[in-house]
Structures are given as C-alpha cells and as structure tokens.
C-alpha cells in the first residue's frame, strides 16, 4: 500500500476537536487552525468526512471554528477511545469504501493512537499529520506518533497531506488551496 495520499482514496476522521478538552490540551489553538485547513481543503477535494465527538452531552460540542469549517455533516456521538469502538462509525468508515483514513484532533495517544491501530487491523492506512493532533502532555502526543508510526500508519503534516492530494499545480482546486496553506 502506498505511503502518499490519494484524494480518491481517502476520508478524514475529525476525533473530539470537544470545547470541554480546549484549555487542556497542549498546543489546541495550532490544532483547531491547522484541522480547520485540512477540512476546508478536504471540502475542495470532496473527500468524504466523519467527525467524532466524545459524550458530548457532558463534554461539549465541537469548537465553533470547526463547526463552522465543516458545514453541513453528521457528528457522531461515541463512548469507546477508538472510532473504531462505535459500530456506527466503524460502518461508515467501512460503507466509504476508502482504504486511507486521515485522522485530525485529540488525543494522539488515546482516541487517534487506538484509532489508528484498529484500522491498521482492518486494513486502512492511516495517516497522521502531527500539527493537527496534540494531547494534555506534549510526551504523550510523541511516543503515540512514534508508536503509530512504528506499526505502519504514516506520520506527516497538514501541508504535505493536502498537497499529496493535489498532486500538481494544474489541479483545479490548487489556485484555492494554495490560498489556504499561505
């Protein structure tokens, strides 16, 4: 399996980017502008879009910035750490069809790490861009990178992501998504 992005390919998971988790998390305004790129660039490049928010009725909703880059969509309430953990969610993952799995939000070493090795499992690669993911302890979000990595998802960032998807400059969403990583 390859190790680039393919816009074809691919979907994006945005895991718990919750308002409770904010103050906590290391880094959280760089993780909110950097998922809000790749959602806005994901939305030019129709690549399909499931987000995750962790009990939301005692954690909170996702943050408004990401809301509002996300638009219309469906939000799905989970328990389990893993995306995988919630049946409807895995189906979704499994109904796109997609065999890479781009995973944004919080946090690396719980939600996004198990995430990443339960589509391993399933046969999806994950891919990994380490400015749009943080936790509470900025060792934490490493070591899950390291481990992540070690076991087969790839490790990259929002920029190198988006243009793996584009390819080349005659792509008709590039004069946009130039715009956006500026």
């Not at 219309?72 to 049946?87: H, I, N, V």
């Amino acid at each position: 399996m390859t190790h680039t992005l393919d816009c074809e390919n691919a979907l994006l998971l945005v895991v718990d980017i919750q308002e409770a988790f904010a103050p906590y998390i290391r880094g959280m305004d760089r993780v909110i502008e950097r998922s809000r790129i790749l959602i806005e660039a994901i939305k030019l490049l129709d690549v399909p879009i499931i987000v995750s928010e962790q009990y939301p009725k005692g954690l909170g909703r996702t943050v408004g910035i990401i809301q509002t880059a996300l638009g219309e969509c469906r939000y799905y309430d989970k328990t389990a750490f893993s995306l995988c953990g919630d049946s409807a969610i895995k189906t979704a993952i499994e109904q796109s069809g997609k065999k890479q799995a781009i995973l944004i939000g919080i946090e690396t070493h719980v939600c996004i790490a198990q995430t990443a090795f339960d589509l391993l499992v399933s046969g999806v690669k994950p891919f990994l861009p380490a400015d749009a993911l943080s936790s509470r302890r900025i060792s934490d979000h490493h070591i899950a990178l390291e481990r992540v990595g070690a076991a087969g998802a790839v490790v990259t960032t929002t920029e190198a992501a988006i243009m793996e998807m584009v390819r080349h400059s005659k792509h008709p969403a590039f004069k946009d998504i130039s715009r956006l990583i500026k």
